[in-house]
């Protein structure tokens, strides 16, 4: 069975200090994909980022960046320079593709980042 | 391009009645999803569609929920009686369907029906 991790439940820390939001996975999958996913107080969840288990590159986006490690099977999620509107709720996603080649998620319990100006 | 919508946003009913919860996907999304994110938790999936086709509904309490998609298109997810351990939120997201040849069947999320069962 599927498992995401996320060890920390919250987080808070001053405007403009860097931080890093843990997540650690369990599949027996070979191919899989890892996401990452903002729920503001709004409710709404929004999409960060897809990495597929071929691709271990880190990736940066803005002051956003992800680091992925297959050996530790982790996908770390750093906020550089955190701002107050990164205040949210941050859900690490594991997903295996199935039959038909539609994706099933399955979430970790979420991390509450607090940014405090 | 608009993203996905649902309704109502907010209910409040008191155990045992029926509620009903709409999702409008993003347009061209085959696959639709209901989930049920429960205070403190992450989301969890209740059904999957393709088209009008459930793909997986093994999560769903069939006992008191059902969904439906019958044109393929907008889908109702109802709870009939509900309990009061069905307050949540009813997350509703869509993706593209893969064998269109597109690159990405991420999935987009709506706002939220968020169930208060008194």
């Known amino acids: 069975a599927q498992k995401v991790t996320q060890a920390q439940t919250e987080i808070s820390v001053v405007e403009k200090e860097d931080v890093t939001l843990d997540c650690v996975y369990e599949?027996?999958?070979?191919?899989?994909?890892l996401f990452w996913y903002k729920q503001p107080p709004s409710g709404e969840l929004v999409f960060l980022i897809r990495?597929?288990?071929?691709?271990?590159q880190n990736e940066i986006s803005g002051r956003y960046s992800w680091n992925f490690q297959k050996s530790t099977s982790s996908f770390n999620f750093t906020i550089t320079a955190s701002q107050v509107v990164d205040s949210a709720v941050y859900f690490c996603a594991l997903s295996e593709a199935q039959e038909g080649g539609s994706e099933k998620l399955v979430f970790g319990k979420g991390m509450k980042l607090t940014v405090n100006p | 391009e608009a993203g996905v919508a649902q309704s109502p946003r907010y209910k409040i009913i008191e155990k045992r009645q029926s509620v009903a919860f709409w999702c409008n996907p993003i347009?061209?999304?085959?696959?639709l999803y209901w989930y049920q994110q429960i205070l403190g938790q992450g989301p969890k999936l209740l059904i999957q569609?393709?088209?009008?086709?459930?793909?997986?509904d093994s999560q769903l309490p069939k006992d008191r929920f059902s969904a439906e998609r019958l044109k393929g298109v907008d889908s109702t997810l109802k709870i009939q009686p509900a309990k009061l351990e069905d307050s949540a939120v009813y997350l509703c997201?869509?993706?593209?369907?893969?064998?269109?040849?597109?690159?990405?069947?991420?999935?987009?999320f709506g706002p939220g029906t968020r169930l208060t069962v008194l």
């Open positions: 347009s061209g999304h085959a696959t």
């Open positions: 990495r597929n288990s071929f691709d271990e």
């Open positions: 599949t027996r999958d070979t191919t899989y994909y």
């Open positions: 997201a869509s993706s593209l369907d893969p064998t269109s040849g597109r690159i990405t069947d991420t999935q987009y």
């Open positions: 569609f393709q088209n009008n086709g459930v793909v997986d």
